[in-house]
């Protein structure tokens, strides 16, 4: 595993949103009630990215078709089409006031 350095903690105001491509992940950091959050940007669904979608009570709306995923564990919460997988959520590590991941 090695560490990636993702953005200055002064930076993560409430509106925060960026994309990054490390290590073979899509990965979306936003802050959602305060807290960053970090997650798989691909939808488990069809692929499709999830940086553009709403957050609401907790859950990232994918901009697609609409399922939920909840932004503490990544659980489905909602899906059109029968089951569907969850989304990872990664475990950030906060460094010298930067926020940065273990890949
Ligand atoms: S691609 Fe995300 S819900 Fe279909």
Redesign the pocket.
Known sequence: MQYYPLEKIANLDSNYRRIFRLAGHHLLLLVHEDKPRLVDNI??????P?NE?LVLDGQLR??????LFDLENGKCMA???GP?EGIRVYELVERDSELGVYL
């Open positions: 939808c488990p669904h069809a692929g499709y999830m979608g994918c901009p697609m078709h609409g399922y899906s059109y089409e569907c």
